[in-house]
């Protein structure tokens, strides 16, 4: 019996949270990192393939509604393969606000109420969410 084994692409894990809601990911995501849809799908979908990009999409209360965590293969991600460039890009295509991890080495970093805010026209900047009951996001 020949067991042929595919082999698996490494993957970079890019999360952001968005203040808008988004209709269709994949639209939003295919030409953000210059993909064909075909090349982005949903990582609950039943695909063999193997997209540039799988994603998972999630609704939360709060202020920042939709939290988007991405599987990248960084080889086909066309410059996108960490949390800043991901919210700068979804700032710009949405011109909404949105929050990402501080980068590992920020001194702050290991603060999990500590995030980098991105916002249209504005430099990033470093902001804290207030406590909340539920798996919600909002700002001080």
Do not use: C
């Amino acid at each position: 019996m020949d067991v042929r084994m595919t082999p698996v692409t490494k993957r970079e894990i890019l999360e952001v949270a968005l203040a808008t809601d988004i209709a269709d990911v994949r639209a939003l995501l295919a030409p953000l990192f210059r993909l064909d849809t075909n090349d982005v799908a949903d990582l609950r979908a039943d695909d063999d393939g193997d997209p540039a990009v799988r994603y998972e999409h999630m609704t939360m209360p709060g202020s920042f509604q939709t939290k988007l965590t991405l599987y990248v293969d960084p080889a086909r991600a066309n410059g996108i393969t960490t949390d800043e460039a991901l919210a700068k890009g979804l700032v710009a295509a949405t011109n909404s606000r949105a929050l990402a991890s501080l980068p590992p080495d920020h001194p702050k970093a290991a603060d999990p109420g500590a995030w980098m805010l991105f916002a249209p026209g504005a430099l990033p900047r470093l902001v804290h969410e207030k406590p909340r009951d539920d798996d919600g996001i909002d700002l001080h």
